[in-house]
């Protein structure tokens, strides 16, 4: 069960604490429950109602009318306003909704209606990435569990591996040979697949590597695909001397390959890059990167 503060209920729904607390007086829209010391914490049945709240007010219902609804009626309402939604923050509220419930069905098919409607490299860049930043906001401040932060990356990574696995695999023997992986210890590679999606699509031969690959197993096969280019994305860093130790391993190791990466410890730090290290900040900056080497 999750247990938050109303500041993390204003920053997962993006309505303000002195709002909340507006509702919870005025309309009795919540009854949080108090810890000892008598402080509010608000359960996950109190966060999908607020974001399906906040959902229907931005559709023009009030907040007063709301209020008189029943859950049954709120989600009825909902689901008559799905195919109108306008804003992407519409799209992801309620896939955190899904996954907060562990609901597949829903996840699939809203998934499923983003891609029909955006296209499927829309709706991973700037409804599915979006998402999966406020799944880390969760998990920091411990309101969901391992089961459900694994649930709902696991149905986002096999749909980008449908995706990737419906694009043709170029057959070209001079065709230039980009090798994906994750450093050693990095697990989440929802990223990386989305590069190879990109990268794919873009008629180069791939290689992926995957999750926890050691530089002296990236060595073996590389010796074996002689790759042109090499991408890695690092989500996770100890310090920031570790990193520039790595990031010129790298440039070593592999004098003649375009190493292209990027994570947040990555952009946002202040890394010294070898001559044959880019660094990117995300799917659409690379894809013009590799579209600009064809």
Request: glycine share 4%; net charge neutral.
């Amino acid at each position: 069960m999750g247990r938050y503060s109303i500041k993390e209920l204003e920053r997962l729904s993006g309505i303000k604490a002195h709002t909340i607390r507006t509702w919870e007086k005025r309309y009795n829209v919540f009854n949080p429950n108090r810890t000892e010391t008598n402080i509010r914490y608000y359960s996950d049945k109190d966060l999908k109602k607020l974001l399906n709240i906040s959902l229907l007010s931005r559709h023009g219902y009030k907040i007063s009318k709301i209020s008189d609804l029943s859950l049954d009626e709120i989600n009825r309402k909902i689901a008559t306003l799905e195919d109108n939604f306008e804003d992407i923050e519409s799209y992801i509220e309620q896939l955190t909704v899904c996954m907060i419930e562990m609901d597949e069905i829903k996840f699939e098919k809203l998934l499923s209606v983003y891609v029909l409607k955006f296209g499927f490299e829309k709706t991973i860049q700037e409804i599915v990435f979006p998402f999966l930043r406020k799944v880390g906001v969760l998990w920091l401040s411990d309101n969901i569990n391992p089961i459900q932060e694994h649930f709902i990356s696991n149905l986002i990574r096999q749909k980008i591996i449908v995706a990737i696995d419906g694009l043709s695999i170029r057959a070209v023997p001079d065709a230039p040979r980009v090798m994906l992986f994750l450093p050693e210890n990095e697990l989440h590679e929802i990223s990386l697949l989305y590069f190879h999606y990109l990268i794919r699509k873009l008629q180069f031969n791939t290689f992926y590597l995957g999750q926890h690959v050691p530089v002296r197993n990236l060595e073996e096969a590389a010796k074996i695909y002689r790759p042109s280019y090499l991408i890695t994305s690092i989500s996770y860093s100890a310090d920031a001397e570790e990193l520039q130790e790595y990031a010129h391993l790298l440039s070593n190791k592999f004098p003649n390959c375009g190493i292209y990466m990027t994570g947040y410890p990555i952009v946002h730090g202040n890394i010294e890059k070898g001559d044959n290290i880019k660094i990117f900040q995300d799917g659409p900056e690379l894809a013009k990167m590799f579209s600009s080497l064809i």
